[in-house]
């Protein structure tokens, strides 16, 4: 009787000490579980040490967390910081190349939605990747959390996540004083003629109404090209133009706008109130966006931030 | 030989749907203006109080423009075609067979890639760009099919189609390296009205003008050419001399028409057609028809094209193939069947 008491207590104590290893993984293993922006898990031993980027925003918080000199590859579009232009380059427009890419040794690769056929040929290839697909501002944060996990800076993730959200809350604060009517109306302009747009659901659409303005494009479904007689008639306070770089370096551009049939009535442009934005840091889905909050913020209110 | 009488009650029925459809094109659009103020505008009467500022710049710089300018390049494309089909005895020729479009889209896609449209030149550099790409594809095809002194249809076709895919890999090309400006490229090649005013309607009027006086000073030369080139010369056409007199004209029309709203297909193929069986194939009667049916045609397409999606548009390219596809078909059962 009394040796099959111990023996009990024996298997009790057994299944409670496996049950315990069970719920709380070992430490020394130190496996990295990560789960991507589409439900993809991937494990990785130890933080990545050469990483690949497929995309432009990755590459700029990589270099944020303080690990640029861990990326080994680069698209051709990766051109922040400056560092970045010195990065092996393994594609660009014809998508990633999957050679190059296995041929500089990996253990992780950042993809974009955008990226889906070369992320499953590289899943197939054993290689490491993390797609990710931010939707909103506040994703854009999960993603550094993901991508600061994935490396080993997680410390260096928090700081940059604080950063992003007290400077969005700075601007949040200044203009959340102001009313309905005080809210300009942005025209946020791609290329013209066939003039596109970002309508509702883009991330600029977000980024005006964040710098406390409003997006003149509604009706229209993501990017989309409004009719011309729509902007006419909606009458934009502003003028946004993000879309060529090089025009940002002209100062005669403005007389292009005066210039186009009917548009000298606009409000915008009878009060000289059109301006350039860097494509590159309205477009991408880095840390960056929040300096694209701040400077649409300041035009659409100059007398709150002085 | 179709009657005399259905080609007089056809032209009645263009005329009065192309008087439709420019009204309707005018009135309607994707914002709301109450037709009685958009008569007030056009007429120049003084406006009712409270009129919003901007409806008579959306009436008389954006619609009216917009609308004539598709009328005009539906017109031009399909003129063309008319003639390019009768040209080369082939119900496959279409303004664009011989290389025009594909010449017109190098010089439009290398001058956006370069931000000719930021600099001077401004919205006339894509037209002109457009326009001189047109005419130098057409340039290259005339002189490669010229064997001693002669230029037979077919040489000219595969000039054409060899210059015409040549130059469309140069598109390619250069699409491939555009980067962000893809979408416009693309955009461009899809055609559209969008920002077109009152000067790209008058750039384009001198060259239509011209191409389209010789195509039908030329009507019954092209009747004679229909019957074979041998006919023609004992009927006293001077074969060569016509056959490049109205190949220039036709390139001009669809070059200068194109240079201005991008490519815009099916029009040229399909209209020509249509009229022919409507009507029969005597020039004289498909070369009007075609003009105007032309016209028509893109008017209507132009106006889906801005209410189907409003506020957003979609172009007009798209809607020409997309509606006049199944049309084309529903008119090739119905002569089958007939």
């Known amino acids: 009787m009394k040796r099959r008491i111990t023996a009990g207590i024996a298997v009790l104590l057994l299944l409670l000490v496996s049950g315990c290893s069970l719920l709380a993984p070992s430490p020394e293993s130190g496996e990295l579980n990560l789960v991507d922006d589409f439900g ?136 959340s004083a102001l009313k309905e009517g005080d809210r300009p109306l942005v025209f946020f302009e791609g290329w013209y003629p066939g003039i596109s747009t970002a309508g509702e659901g883009t991330f600029i659409d977000e980024v005006i109404t964040l710098a406390g303005g409003k997006n003149l494009a509604w009706g229209i479904s993501r990017w989309g090209n409004i009719q011309e007689e729509e902007v006419l008639a909606r009458n934009p306070d502003f003028i946004i133009h993000g879309y060529l770089d090089e025009i940002l370096k002209d100062p005669d551009t403005m007389v292009h706008f005066a210039n186009r049939d009917g548009w000298a009535e606009i409000k915008a442009i009878k009060e000289n109130q059109v301006f350039f934005i860097d494509p590159d840091v309205i477009n991408r889905t880095s840390h960056r966006i929040v300096s694209a909050v701040e400077a649409i913020a300041k035009m659409l209110h100059p007398d709150l931030f002085e | 030989m179709k009657g005399r009488r259905t080609r007089a009650a056809a032209f009645i029925v263009l005329a009065a749907l192309l008087f439709l459809v420019l009204l309707a094109g005018v009135l309607a659009g994707s914002v709301f203006i109450p037709v009685a103020d958009i008569l007030r505008i056009l007429t120049f009467s003084p406006l009712s109080e409270g009129t919003p500022a901007m409806w008579p710049a959306i009436v008389l710089r954006l619609r009216l423009p917009r609308v004539l300018a598709a009328l005009l390049v539906g017109s031009a494309l399909s003129l063309s075609g008319a003639t390019m089909q009768g040209l080369f005895k082939n119900p496959l020729a279409d303004p664009f067979i011989i290389g025009v479009s594909s010449g017109a889209s190098v010089g439009a896609a290398a001058a956006m890639l370069l931000g000719l449209a930021w600099t001077k030149a401004g919205a006339f550099a894509i037209p002109l760009a457009a ?106 056409v001077e074969v060569e001399r016509v056959k490049g007199r109205l190949l220039w004209a036709s390139a001009l029309l669809a070059a200068a028409a194109v240079s201005v709203s991008g490519l815009i297909g099916f029009v040229g193929l399909v209209v020509p057609h249509a009229m022919r069986i409507i009507g029969g194939g005597a020039h004289r009667w498909l070369l009007p028809a075609s003009a105007l049916a032309g016209g028509v045609f893109v008017v209507a397409s132009d106006l889906l094209a801005r209410v189907v999606l409003a506020p957003a548009e979609l172009p007009v390219g798209l809607v020409t193939a997309l509606v006049g596809g199944p049309f084309f078909l529903y008119l090739l059962k119905k002569r089958r069947v007939a």
């Open chain 1, 40 to 175: 993809r898990e991937v494990s990785l031993e130890e933080p990545a040490q050469r990483i690949i980027s497929l995309v432009p925003s990755s590459t700029e918080i990589l270099f944020a967390l303080g690990v640029g000199d861990r990326v080994v590859g680069a698209s051709e579009y990766c051109n922040y910081p400056a560092e970045a232009q010195a990065i092996t380059r393994v594609g660009g427009f014809d998508g990633p190349n999957l050679e190059l890419i296995a041929s500089l040794n990996p253990d992780l690769v950042f993809a974009a939605s955008l990226h889906k056929e070369a992320v499953e040929a590289m899943e197939g290839m054993g290689i490491a990747v993390l797609a990710l697909d931010p939707q909103s501002i506040g994703e854009i944060s999960g993603n550094i959390r993901l991508m600061a996990k994935a490396v080993g800076r997680e410390e260096a993730g928090n700081t940059l996540i604080e950063d992003l959200e007290e400077r969005l809350a700075k601007v949040a604060e200044k203009v």
């Open chain 2, 131 to 236: 326009f001189a790409g047109g005419l130098c594809s057409l340039f290259l095809v005339y002189s490669l099919s010229a064997s001693g002194g002669r230029r037979s249809t077919l040489s000219l076709l595969l000039a054409g189609t060899a210059v015409s895919t040549f130059l469309g890999a140069v598109v390619a090309l250069l699409t491939y390296f555009s980067g962000e400006q893809l979408q416009q490229v693309v955009f461009w090649m899809m055609g559209g009205f969008s920002g077109r005013n009152w000067l790209h309607l008058f750039s384009m009027l001198p060259w239509l003008g011209l191409g389209g006086g010789i195509v039908f000073w030329h009507a019954r030369d092209l009747d004679a050419l229909a019957q074979g080139e041998e006919q023609a010369y004992y009927l006293g």
